[in-house]
């Protein structure tokens, strides 16, 4: 195949045949910046760079050559076998930098989130690496620019912190900065932090802490699932619980408990936007559950937030956030209005101001700063169902 988009080949090309190779091509994702490698059978290397593909290489890659990349970064020898079964497979692998490094000194450590993934190819079976590059401090709330509103509102002494987005929109890197602030500053939490992650991303080993300590654990190597790693920690005097992805109601479930025994909960969903999230949770459950479920899980949650990542005038990328704290009075309110009613009260009440921001508010807020133009400012609009007519509101 001859790719016709963007480059960013190495000064000395890379003809990928195994280990060294991916390693190398890693190290130079590295170093231009790029937040994902993707494999993919009849494609050269690409790199994800804010939000545009560019080729590492320039010759595409062989089934053979993917089936060996495959079994590398998975360590599995039957990775093939898995693909041909129609299942994917989901570690994080660490890449060691020495470049530049004396022969004594400790080498730089990079890791990656990767999914493997069989799919179509030329009338059989490819596969495609997807490996996201998580650097290897966890941020910081500064460094991301997470409001002070919700870094203030975020150590609740029980209930969930709810961070909602599409893929890729951060959720994962949001929490890390809220934790490693948990981890060095003085806050309302502090004993054993609990992680339960499906890969473990960042790491904190590096972190200092007086009055935390923390233990990750990755679902599917540690712990059969989410939900048992949430009724497993309840066994462990939880000061913080973080669990990966509210994705079946056994783990909405079993976070709904341990939020309404007294312990605080960061985790993630995927949702439109703030007033999506209590109703995409409960439709999780069963038809007749849904009811008790949306209660629950209104009552167990402590702040709502949606974030979307968009171009920054300048280059990079920017994380634009709305949210909502659930006071007594909102859940109340939200309470009285009922399920089908749920996402109409919020973006009202959202809309008010009150220990919360709506995404217009925020776009508003970037647009006035300079930090997105008007075509992003009206896509993101759109997108949270404000709509052009909004925009000069």
């Known amino acids: 195949m001859q790719w016709t988009g963007k480059t960013r080949y190495p000064e000395q090309e890379i003809v990928v045949h195994g280990r060294d190779e991916v390693t190398r091509l890693f190290l130079h994702a590295v170093a231009i910046g790029a937040s994902d490698v993707i494999f993919q059978s009849g494609r050269p290397v690409l790199a994800a760079i804010h939000g545009d593909l560019f080729a590492l290489t320039r010759v595409w890659l062989q089934p ?76 910081t709330v500064a460094t991301l620019g997470v409001d002070d509103d919700v870094v203030a509102q975020s150590t609740p002494a029980q209930g969930a912190v709810i961070v909602a987005g599409e893929t890729g929109s951060g959720k994962t890197t949001t929490l890390a900065a809220l934790i490693r602030r948990i981890l060095e500053e003085e806050t309302p939490i502090h004993g054993n932090i609990l992680t339960y992650e499906a890969p473990i991303e960042f ?38 619980l973080l669990v990966g992805e509210l994705r079946d109601m056994q783990t909405v479930m079993a976070s709904v408990e341990a939020a309404q025994t007294g312990h605080p909960i960061y985790t993630t969903t995927h949702a439109n936007d703030v007033a999506h999230i209590l109703r995409r949770l409960t439709l999780l459950f069963p038809a007749d559950l849904q009811v008790q479920a949306f209660h629950d899980v209104l009552g167990s949650s402590h702040m709502l937030v949606s974030q979307l990542l968009v171009p920054r005038v300048g280059g990079g990328r920017v994380c634009l956030r709305e949210w909502q704290v659930l006071t007594g009075s909102v859940r109340r309110e939200v309470a009285r209005a009922g399920m089908a009613e749920s996402v ?28 997105i133009d008007i075509a992003t400012a009206r896509r993101v609009l759109e997108r949270y169902g404000y709509g052009d007519a909004r925009l000069a509101a």
């Open 64 to 139: 053979s050559t993917m089936a060996r990349i495959a079994t590398d970064l998975s360590s599995t020898d039957s990775i093939m076998s898995k693909l041909f079964a129609a299942q994917d497979f989901d570690r994080a692998v660490t890449i060691e930098d020495r470049t530049g490094s004396g022969r004594d000194a400790e080498p730089i450590r990079h890791r990656f989130r990767i999914n493997v993934t069989a799919g179509y190819y030329e009338g059989d079976t490819g596969v495609q690496i997807v490996c996201r590059h998580i650097p290897a401090e966890p941020p």
């Open 344 to 371: 109409d009260t919020l973006r009202t009440i959202i809309g008010r101001g009150e220990q919360g921001r709506s995404m217009k508010v925020t776009v508003a807020m970037a647009l006035e700063q300079g930090v």
């Open 203 to 240: 790491v904190f080993e590096t972190v200092p802490s007086a009055s935390c300590t923390i233990m990750q654990h990755e679902i599917g190597l540690h712990l059969p699932s989410f939900a048992a790693g949430v009724r497993n920690s309840l066994r462990r005097k939880p000061g913080l």
